[in-house]
């Protein structure tokens, strides 16, 4: 593959006669690569996976993986690549992934030409956010202040908070406050009555 051949033509008859040099180009074969669901997937996270099939008619192949956040790409961003000299399977650890977010994936393969594998997609987690629930406060006759703390907004910028209640322990609860929202850490509350 890949190689110029020169030819002639030869005629022997009363004497040995020759026609011009001729000349082609052997054809390349491009690698061949598959592009795997990820693992290991977190909330900045993902481990990309694929498997070179074919080297094609190159000796050696560079594999990477491009990636976005949007279906059928462009995909603007692209891992390191490796080297590799036969099939197998490769993958590479991202990280700086934003949480809770698609991302879109085809794995590539550079030998004689470029070939891509089929796009896969995976969402990386989220964290909930954490909550407490404190003693209520200013109990009157037909009033009462609740109580809560907002400890964590997990992976979330912006977190609702309500209090749910009722009059059967442990739920099911009747009735929802209002919700507030909070951009931060720390105490919130609301006045029944």
């Known amino acids: 593959p890949n190689t110029t051949y020169h030819f002639r033509a030869k005629a022997v008859g009363d004497g040995v006669a020759y026609g011009a040099d001729g000349q082609f180009t052997t054809g390349t074969t491009p690698p061949s690569v598959t592009t795997n669901d990820a693992g290991n997937i977190g909330t900045n996270s993902a481990q ?8 094609g008619t190159a000796d050696k192949v560079s594999v990477s993986f491009v990636w976005g956040t949007n279906p059928g790409g462009p995909y ?12 197998g399977a490769f993958y590479f650890d991202t990280d700086n992934l934003k949480p809770g977010v698609t991302y879109y994936h ?30 209520a406060g200013n109990i009157g006759t037909d009033s009462a ?10 992976t979330a910028e912006e977190v609702s908070v309500s209090f749910l209640w009722g009059t059967t322990a442990g739920g099911p609860y009747s009735d929802e406050t209002t919700a507030q929202k909070m ?6 509350y609301f006045d029944l009555g």
Request: proline letters at 3%; zero cysteines; aromatic letters at 4%.
């Open 76 to 87: 603007p961003n692209e891992t390191a690549s490796q080297v590799m000299t036969s099939t």
């Open 183 to 188: 951009i931060g850490t720390g105490a919130f």
């Open 145 to 154: 202040r609740l109580n809560g703390n907002l400890t964590s907004l997990g």
């Open 48 to 55: 990309l996976k694929g498997d070179l099939k074919s080297l």
């Open 106 to 135: 085809k794995a590539k393969a550079v030998g004689d030409g470029t070939s891509y594998g089929t796009e896969r997609s995976f969402a990386t987690l989220t964290v909930l956010p954490s909550v407490e629930t404190n003693a």
